[in-house]
């Protein structure tokens, strides 16, 4: 990804995601057309999960290495 995604488009993915009824594979074009970008699923892909492992990695740990 050459440029930065900013903070505004970033919460609309959340805001998408978070939408009952919305595909992921929906998120990108819904995206482009409002914010004029040219994201792609991959990239809306790797905003997902940078943020989920920037949240939740200390979570995970804690299931996975419970005993």
Do not use: A, Q, W
């Not at 995604?5 to 992921?24: H, Y």
């Not at 792609?40 to 740990?61: A, P």
Request: net charge negative; proline share 3%.
């Amino acid at each position: 990804m050459t440029e930065e995604i900013s903070e505004e488009v970033k919460n609309e993915i959340f805001r998408l995601v978070s939408t009952p009824g919305v595909e992921i594979e929906d998120i990108p074009d819904r995206v482009n057309k409002v914010y004029k970008t040219e994201l792609n699923y991959e990239e809306v892909m790797k905003i997902l999960s940078d943020e989920y492992l920037k949240h939740n990695l200390d979570y995970g740990r804690r299931l996975c290495c419970k005993f």
